[in-house]
């Protein structure tokens, strides 16, 4: 018997061509299954994502021209149950008298608030939605002509910040907030001005003054000054509520990637969502005054007296994912009724949409 004393060239290639084989499966394997991975991580954060975008939208949208035990539907013609005591009261800031507001390519209004990093991305919607849904305080005694009287739940020592000096903050509220004072027979919206009582008082006396130090201000420094009626009034059975300005849009954030943003009132945006690319919106307009909407125009469509009558919004975002080469193929899709063959960076997209009824304006 022979002893080995190594492989000859032809052993050794064989096993090197064996090796690149299973090597090539390997690689190939592992390729594979980090694609799947890469696809089904996008997936489920693009659904994720769209998902979440329109349950905050849609809880926002429902609630929008929420006044306590009325809302902006029994307002009526002539405005005789709800009454705005702020001096700037058609401005877009301040018509509480309509729920939602709305702006696209074709109808920028200067009065929205400016996001930065470049403002809202060119070609998208934009939405305003008003009502009193933040915090309430109960009512502890019947008001008088110069303020109104709620329950004291805790004076917090300077919580409240008006950028120059820092103030008390009273059962939850600062002066300069908007408020409404609501029972199920009117609403009356007006500015906090200042406030009366202390910590160990069993109420807190909300002041409503024409002081011009305030922006936008009341326009009277008493309600008896325009008009004295039982809808003046409001006791035990009524409610204080913080009234929020909602606005939602696209923007770049600080990566240069579209999201969607929330801002209210005059805080500072906050970066709800990343990868919503696009938001289109059309509106419900009740055109007959039966309480339901007949036709949807985009915002451009609605002129300025016809936003009173919207009573549902219909939204549609088009939602990818935040990395390039997610997929292996161009994916096409079609969004706002205008079909896209190849967006050339293989992102994975998906477009969401779904139509919300304002609670308050539906009979």
Excluded at 13 to 37: D, R, Y
Aim: glycine share 10%; charged share 20%.
């Amino acid at each position: 018997m022979y002893k080995q004393w190594g492989i000859s060239l032809v052993e050794l290639m064989v096993s090197i061509t064996v090796g690149l084989v299973l090597m090539a499966g390997v690689v190939q394997l592992f390729l594979s299954s980090k694609l799947t991975f890469t696809t089904q991580q996008a997936m489920s954060r693009v659904q994720e994502t769209g998902r979440l975008a329109m349950e905050f939208m849609s809880e926002d949208i429902r609630m929008a021209g929420h006044m306590g035990c009325l809302n902006v539907a029994s307002f009526g013609p002539d405005n005789k149950f709800f009454r705005n005591f702020l001096k700037d009261e058609t401005t877009l800031a301040y018509n509480y008298e309509v729920a939602v507001d709305g702006m696209d390519a074709s109808k920028v209004k200067d009065e929205y608030p400016e996001p930065p990093n470049g403002g809202v991305l060119a070609g998208t919607d934009a939405l305003l939605i008003r009502s009193a849904s933040g915090r309430n305080v109960g009512i502890a005694r019947k008001n008088d002509p110069t303020q109104l009287f709620i329950e004291n739940t805790g004076v917090e020592t300077g919580e409240c910040d008006n950028g120059t000096n820092k103030t008390d903050k009273y059962s939850g509220l600062c002066a300069g907030d908007i408020l409404a004072v609501a029972d199920c027979d009117s609403v009356r919206v007006f500015q906090a001005t200042g406030f009366t009582g202390s910590a160990g008082s069993a109420e807190i006396g909300v002041q409503h003054t024409d002081d011009s130090s305030f922006t936008p201000g009341n326009r009277v420094a008493t309600w008896g000054a325009e008009d004295i009626d039982e809808r003046q009034t409001f006791g035990k059975d009524a409610q204080i509520l913080t009234i929020q300005n909602i606005f939602y849009y696209i923007a770049n954030n600080t990566t240069n990637n579209p999201s969607l943003f929330r801002q209210v009132n005059k805080d500072g945006p906050q970066e709800l969502l990343q990868g919503v690319e696009d938001m289109q919106l059309t509106y419900g307009v009740d055109t007959n005054s039966d309480g339901t909407p007949d036709t949807y125009r985009p915002a451009h469509q609605i002129a300025a007296n016809q936003w009173g009558s919207v009573s549902s919004v219909r939204l549609e975002l088009l939602v990818a994912s935040t990395e390039d080469n997610v997929l292996q193929e161009p994916q096409g899709y079609t969004f706002n009724g205008v079909p896209v063959d190849d967006p050339g960076d293989r992102r994975l997209r998906q477009v969401f949409s779904t139509t919300v009824a304002i609670r308050g304006l539906l009979p």
